[in-house]
């Protein structure tokens, strides 16, 4: 929904209907796209909806123990991957010593769930040494491999561009690099466009050959790791999975790639760049070329550093030795070669991502890789924390509360709360809507607390219109006629309802900024009801008010409006007959000596 | 109700009103003593930390037919903590206790096997970490801190450093007075309560933010007058928001006190407890303090103002000489107001000014707002 421009819209004073108009089109529209969308009612966190629980064992068969410091991390890191926006509600546990359980409500995507909590995401640059076809054609994804790995089938064209811009400064693989399997970039000097001359690279780069030359590149001494790489065999899943268990970053070793769904054996030296070296890593689209989804990454100052290093080494090489293998939970994601040193700090990883391959990626690598290694013990769905009858009871109370709201509001201010109920309706069913549909949309989830802080969200947007109520009040106790007291009372009435507001927003941009889970979530919830609240009240009861101004059941003042300057105890204007709709009898000042 | 009405214009006018800055002492000592209550309630009772917090106990049992209700009467019977009881997929019980360590847990598990009449080794006991992390508590202590100094800048810079003071006291004010009373009424702390106070951080800032508006708005031109001090001024200013306070108040009470006195009281509901007795204490103080404590706060901080003080010895020598003007001063308490474009010249009538009436017509009335005797 594109609010409109908020403030001074000439249009809202004088054509009360096109906003009213407007609103309750976006209602309708809204409404309408929920009802398309197939999500009527707003997602529920556990607490209310329950969901599915994934239990996690720590693996130790590792160098790194198991204990209590790895474990917290551990958590944190998941908990940041699954609450990616903070607002889904998924809750993260130790249990035991070596357990973690990951709780998910309802209706999220399970699935994407427990690949992202059980990935380490541990990745390193390492040079490759040698590369060999192992021959026979992908047939499983190795999505479905435990290890998670994200990149489901990602043909390798990295590029890396040096000139600190996004994708749109790394040229575009060509069409042929791509059937190649493989596209470079140039290190682009910042003052050249990009060329075609990487397409034409690529073309020369011929499709990896069977032939391993780097046997040669790995000093003596390494007998053993060449044994292991002659007879790795990447084509079964269970060898892949194993392959790069229980290796040092600082050791050469062997992984598995897929290029063009033909596995590759690689013999991979020491990691020259580490994953905790990535600062933070984003999913782009690329628009300038046919790369697709790609993962941009940006070094820390020393990790670019070091990348500009093996890079310009790799660069004098010959293939394959002047390729690297970027290498995530020791499956090779992909292997673009070097023409010349990048400098600049940052990297793309390019595949055959798809969108949420690509942005699951960016998150692990942004958040960086567990302590610890995980597998998954046992997946099951747990009934709500909370009993139904919680909600149904806090619901019911909720009503009540409300409809003692509304008595308390048509006692005092008899017809003007057509207008308030009104407005509150209206603002609830936005409030509702929007929750509906940002389930799918953000993987919103509602908790208890979230409901109770939309009741409480419905006392401040009320406020909004008991201050403007007031003002107008006060403008006919000055002994003005219904019109005019509307339109003066405004611009005041706006003023201290947008000052207050921008408290409770710069409140929920804070909190969703700088914080994690529980009250990120909150922070989202609050930050919505607010801008609600001025977009209801600017498009909704201003112009309501501006229309009922000219009813004559308001604008005489009938006992039951609301607006009866006698009740209200006004000031009996200087000039004893009203015109209804006539202009304001000024107030006279009578001056002081 | 036209009463409630009559009410309104008479505080508008200014022929009613309650010296809030004359008794400013009283309502300071008021909340003093109910910080210092809620401090040492704090102090002496501490607050009962839910599993999300500190961890606790974790027991599975094997398939059963008991029902999740049954089951947290058992645990809550068992452990004396309210327990959050889940069925798993495969017909298991999960129920979790907060605060346990081993020895209370093998205790708690043959209770629960005596309660499910089975055999306890039917019963896995594990100790949970809580999912509340020190990372997210420390991430919110950052983000609050970050948004407090925000907070007072923009107030600083929207209103004038006294206020942005005045809304921080008040802040704490709310704040340490219902982490108090939680305290003493020993609910367990739970995700939802930090939410609650979180919300009432909200509303309390906004709450006092709105009676500065008005404020703000009825001492523009403060200083080009010789009627009334700032503290007059500043008492008229909360009389003249009264009614939408009281009325913001009752909106925003009534459905938590809903929630809280029917949803927990006769549902007996656990959770909505926590959330709603946070927020329910967190809006009265938020309400109160607006009035009582931040705007007498400010008027405390301007009255040391040179500037300010200059203008009270005007006036109060001016009342001296002229008890004549005095009548005028009694009448006019009414009505501050900010007149509209065709009368901004006239400084004067931005903060008092007699409406279309007589002086005669005030003879007799009450006295003025703030009036010193």
Same mark, same amino acid.
């Given at each position: 929904?594109?609010?409109?421009?908020?403030?001074?819209?000439?249009?809202?004073?004088?054509?009360?209907?096109?906003?009213?108009?407007?609103?309750?089109?976006?209602?309708?529209?809204?409404?309408?796209?929920?009802?398309?969308?197939?999500?009527?009612?707003?997602?529920?966190?556990?607490?209310?909806?329950?969901?599915?629980?994934?239990?996690?064992?720590?693996?130790?068969?590792?160098?790194?123990?198991?204990?209590?410091?790895?474990?917290?991390?551990?958590?944190?890191?998941?908990?940041?991957?699954?609450?990616?926006?903070?607002?889904?509600?998924?809750?993260?546990?130790?249990?035991?010593?070596?357990?973690?359980?990951?709780?998910?409500?309802?209706?999220?995507?399970?699935?994407?769930?427990?690949?992202?909590?059980?990935?380490?995401?541990?990745?390193?640059?390492?040079?490759?040494?040698?590369?060999?076809?192992?021959?026979?054609?992908?047939?499983?994804?190795?999505?479905?491999?435990?290890?998670?790995?994200?990149?489901?089938?990602?043909?390798?064209?990295?590029?890396?561009?040096?000139?600190?811009?996004?994708?749109?400064?790394?040229?575009?693989?060509?069409?042929?690099?791509?059937?190649?399997?493989?596209?470079?970039?140039?290190?682009?000097?910042?003052?050249?466009?990009?060329?075609?001359?990487?397409?034409?690279?690529?073309?020369?780069?011929?499709?990896?050959?069977?032939?391993?030359?780097?046997?040669?590149?790995?000093?003596?001494?390494?007998?053993?790791?060449?044994?292991?790489?002659?007879?790795?065999?990447?084509?079964?899943?269970?060898?892949?999975?194993?392959?790069?268990?229980?290796?040092?970053?600082?050791?050469?070793?062997?992984?598995?790639?897929?290029?063009?769904?033909?596995?590759?054996?690689?013999?991979?030296?020491?990691?020259?760049?580490?994953?905790?070296?990535?600062?933070?890593?984003?999913?782009?689209?690329?628009?300038?070329?046919?790369?697709?989804?790609?993962?941009?990454?940006?070094?820390?100052?020393?990790?670019?550093?070091?990348?500009?290093?093996?890079?310009?080494?790799?660069?004098?090489?010959?293939?394959?030795?002047?390729?690297?293998?970027?290498?995530?939970?020791?499956?090779?994601?992909?292997?673009?070669?070097?023409?010349?040193?990048?400098?600049?700090?940052?990297?793309?990883?390019?595949?055959?991502?798809?969108?949420?391959?690509?942005?699951?990626?960016?998150?692990?690598?942004?958040?960086?890789?567990?302590?610890?290694?995980?597998?998954?013990?046992?997946?099951?769905?747990?009934?709500?924390?909370?009993?139904?009858?919680?909600?149904?009871?806090?619901?019911?109370?909720?009503?009540?509360?409300?409809?003692?709201?509304?008595?308390?509001?048509?006692?005092?201010?008899?017809?003007?709360?057509?207008?308030?109920?009104?407005?509150?309706?209206?603002?609830?069913?936005?409030?509702?809507?929007?929750?509906?549909?940002?389930?799918?949309?953000?993987?919103?989830?509602?908790?208890?607390?979230?409901?109770?802080?939309?009741?409480?969200?419905?006392?401040?947007?009320?406020?909004?219109?008991?201050?403007?109520?007031?003002?107008?009040?006060?403008?006919?106790?000055?002994?003005?006629?219904?019109?005019?007291?509307?339109?003066?009372?405004?611009?005041?009435?706006?003023?201290?309802?947008?000052?207050?507001?921008?408290?409770?927003?710069?409140?929920?941009?804070?909190?969703?900024?700088?914080?994690?889970?529980?009250?990120?979530?909150?922070?989202?919830?609050?930050?919505?009801?607010?801008?609600?609240?001025?977009?209801?009240?600017?498009?909704?009861?201003?112009?309501?008010?501006?229309?009922?101004?000219?009813?004559?059941?308001?604008?005489?003042?009938?006992?039951?409006?609301?607006?009866?300057?006698?009740?209200?105890?006004?000031?009996?204007?200087?000039?004893?007959?009203?015109?209804?709709?006539?202009?304001?009898?000024?107030?006279?000042?009578?001056?002081?000596? | 109700?036209?009463?409630?009405?009559?009410?309104?214009?008479?505080?508008?006018?200014?022929?009613?009103?309650?010296?809030?800055?004359?008794?400013?002492?009283?309502?300071?000592?008021?909340?003093?003593?109910?910080?210092?209550?809620?401090?040492?309630?704090?102090?002496?009772?501490?607050?009962?930390?839910?599993?999300?917090?500190?961890?606790?106990?974790?027991?599975?049992?094997?398939?059963?037919?008991?029902? %999740?209700?049954?089951?947290?009467?058992?645990?809550?019977?068992?452990?004396?903590?309210?327990?959050?009881?889940?069925?798993?997929?495969?017909?298991?019980?999960?129920?979790?206790?907060?605060?346990?360590?081993?020895?209370?847990?093998?205790?708690?598990?043959?209770?629960?096997?005596?309660?499910?009449?089975?055999?306890?080794?039917?019963?896995?006991?594990?100790?949970?970490?809580?999912?509340?992390?020190?990372?997210?508590?420390?991430?919110?202590?950052?983000?609050?801190?970050?948004?407090?100094?925000?907070?007072?800048?923009?107030?600083?810079?929207?209103?004038?450093?006294?206020?942005?003071?005045?809304?921080?006291?008040?802040?704490?004010?709310?704040?340490?007075?219902?982490?108090?009373?939680?305290?003493?009424?020993?609910?367990?702390?739970?995700?939802?309560?930090?939410?609650?106070?979180?919300?009432?951080?909200?509303?309390?800032?906004?709450?006092?933010?709105?009676?500065?508006?008005?404020?703000?708005?009825?001492?523009?031109?403060?200083?080009?007058?010789?009627?009334?001090?700032?503290?007059?001024?500043?008492?008229?200013?909360?009389?003249?928001?009264?009614?939408?306070?009281?009325?913001?108040? %009752?909106?925003?009470?009534?459905?938590?006190?809903?929630?809280?006195?029917?949803?927990?009281?006769?549902?007996?509901?656990?959770?909505?407890?926590?959330?709603?007795?946070?927020?329910?204490?967190?809006?009265?103080?938020?309400?109160?303090?607006?009035?009582?404590?931040?705007?007498?706060?400010?008027?405390?901080?301007?009255?040391?103002?040179?500037?300010?003080?200059?203008?009270?010895?005007?006036?109060?020598?001016?009342?001296?000489?002229?008890?004549?003007?005095?009548?005028?001063?009694?009448?006019?308490?009414?009505?501050?107001?900010?007149?509209?474009?065709?009368?901004?010249?006239?400084?004067?009538?931005?903060?008092?000014?007699?409406?279309?009436?007589?002086?005669?017509?005030?003879?007799?009335?009450?006295?003025?707002?703030?009036?010193?005797?």
């Amino acid at each position: 929904m594109a609010a409109p421009k908020k403030g001074r819209s000439a249009s809202a004073q004088s054509k009360p209907g096109r906003s009213l108009a407007l609103i309750l089109i976006a209602i309708v529209g809204l409404t309408a796209g929920m009802f398309a969308s197939g999500h009527t009612t707003p997602r529920l966190g556990i607490d209310l909806a329950g969901g599915t629980s994934i239990t996690l064992k720590a693996k130790s068969d590792q160098g790194s123990a198991i204990n209590k410091a790895n474990m917290n991390t551990a958590v944190d890191i998941m908990n940041r991957r699954v609450n990616g926006l903070g607002v889904s509600e998924a809750e993260v546990q130790t249990q035991g010593n070596d357990n973690i359980i990951v709780n998910i409500p309802k209706g999220t995507n399970s699935e994407k769930a427990r690949q992202q909590v059980g990935t380490t995401a541990k990745l390193y640059f390492r040079p490759v040494l040698a590369q060999e076809a192992t021959g026979s054609a992908v047939t499983a994804s190795p999505s479905a491999s435990a290890s998670g790995s994200s990149s489901a089938s990602p043909s390798p064209s990295a590029s890396a561009s040096g000139t600190g811009e996004k994708a749109t400064s790394s040229s575009s693989p060509s069409a042929s690099a791509t059937s190649q399997g493989r596209a470079v970039t140039d290190a682009l000097k910042a003052d050249s466009t990009p060329s075609a001359s990487a397409s034409t690279k690529a073309g020369s780069s011929a499709s990896p050959s069977a032939s391993a030359s780097g046997g040669a590149a790995v000093s003596e001494g390494d007998a053993a790791l060449q044994a292991k790489y002659a007879a790795l065999d990447c084509s079964k899943e269970s060898v892949r999975n194993t392959a790069g268990d229980g290796v040092k970053p600082g050791d050469a070793t062997v992984a598995c790639g897929e290029i063009d769904k033909v596995w590759y054996k690689y013999l991979l030296g020491p990691a020259a760049v580490d994953g905790t070296e990535v600062d933070k890593a984003q999913a782009v689209f690329d628009t300038q070329g046919a790369a697709g989804w790609q993962v941009t990454m940006t070094f820390t100052k020393q990790g670019g550093k070091k990348f500009a290093d093996i890079t310009g080494k790799l660069a004098q090489n010959q293939q394959p030795q002047n390729e690297f293998g970027i290498v995530l939970d020791g499956n090779v994601v992909s292997s673009p070669y070097v023409s010349s040193s990048i400098t600049g700090g940052q990297a793309q990883i390019s595949g055959s991502f798809t969108q949420t391959e690509a942005q699951g990626l960016a998150n692990m690598l942004s958040y960086g890789a567990l302590p610890l290694s995980f597998e998954e013990q046992s997946v099951t769905t747990v009934t709500a924390a909370l009993g139904g009858d919680q909600l149904h009871a806090g619901l019911l109370a909720g009503a009540i509360g409300l409809a003692l709201v509304v008595i308390y509001l048509v006692a005092y201010y008899r017809g003007l709360a057509l207008i308030a109920l009104a407005s509150l309706l209206v603002s609830a069913a936005l409030t509702y809507v929007l929750m509906a549909l940002l389930g799918p949309a953000i993987g919103f989830a509602l908790n208890l607390p979230a409901v109770c802080g939309a009741i409480v969200a419905i006392g401040i947007t009320a406020d909004s219109f008991i201050v403007y109520f007031e003002r107008v009040r006060d403008e006919i106790r000055e002994g003005r006629t219904l019109r005019p007291a509307v339109e003066r009372a405004w611009p005041r009435a706006r003023r201290t309802i947008l000052v207050s507001d921008f408290v409770s927003f710069l409140a929920a941009a804070v909190l969703f900024v700088v914080t994690v889970g529980k009250v990120q979530g909150f922070a989202f919830t609050l930050g919505l009801t607010t801008v609600l609240d001025v977009v209801v009240v600017f498009f909704f009861t201003k112009p309501l008010m501006t229309l009922i101004a000219r009813r004559k059941f308001f604008a005489n003042g009938h006992k039951w409006s609301g607006l009866d300057p006698k009740s209200l105890g006004a000031q009996p204007p200087l000039r004893r007959t009203r015109r209804p709709g006539g202009p304001a009898a000024g107030p006279v000042e009578t001056k002081e000596a | 109700m036209s009463k409630l009405g009559n009410l309104g214009a008479r505080l508008h006018r200014g022929e009613i009103s309650y010296d809030f800055i004359g008794h400013r002492k009283l309502w300071y000592g008021i909340s003093i003593l109910i910080t210092i209550t809620a401090i040492v309630g704090l102090a002496v009772r501490g607050l009962n930390m839910g599993i999300d917090f500190q961890g606790g106990a974790v027991f599975t049992t094997e398939k059963t037919s008991v029902t %999740v209700s049954q089951a947290e009467e058992f645990a809550k019977d068992a452990s004396g903590h309210d327990a959050v009881v889940q069925k798993l997929g495969n017909g298991t019980l999960r129920i979790q206790i907060a605060g346990m360590d081993i020895k209370q847990s093998n205790q708690i598990k043959d209770d629960l096997a005596t309660d499910f009449k089975t055999d306890p080794e039917t019963i896995t006991a594990e100790l949970v970490g809580p999912s509340w992390g020190d990372q997210i508590a420390n991430k919110a202590w950052q983000g609050l801190a970050i948004f407090m100094v925000l907070v007072v800048i923009y107030l600083a810079i929207a209103f004038e450093w006294r206020m942005a003071i005045a809304a921080l006291v008040a802040l704490i004010h709310d704040i340490t007075i219902t982490v108090g009373i939680y305290a003493l009424v020993g609910f367990e702390v739970t995700p939802g309560t930090v939410i609650g106070l979180l919300t009432i951080l909200g509303y309390s800032l906004y709450d006092t933010v709105v009676v500065f508006d008005s404020l703000k708005e009825q001492t523009k031109d403060l200083t080009k007058q010789t009627r009334f001090t700032y503290s007059e001024i500043a008492n008229r200013s909360i009389n003249g928001t009264l009614v939408r306070s009281i009325n913001t108040t %009752v909106v925003a009470l009534l459905p938590v006190a809903g929630l809280l006195f029917i949803g927990g009281g006769f549902l007996g509901a656990g959770t909505l407890n926590d959330i709603s007795l946070s927020l329910f204490v967190g809006l009265a103080a938020g309400a109160y303090s607006s009035i009582f404590i931040a705007t007498p706060l400010v008027a405390d901080l301007k009255e040391r103002d040179p500037q300010i003080k200059a203008l009270r010895k005007r006036v109060l020598a001016k009342r001296a000489q002229g008890p004549a003007e005095e009548a005028f001063a009694r009448t006019s308490a009414g009505a501050g107001h900010t007149e509209g474009p065709e009368d901004d010249d006239d400084a004067e009538a931005a903060v008092v000014g007699p409406r279309h009436q007589p002086a005669a017509r005030g003879r007799g009335r009450g006295r003025p707002s703030g009036k010193r005797r």
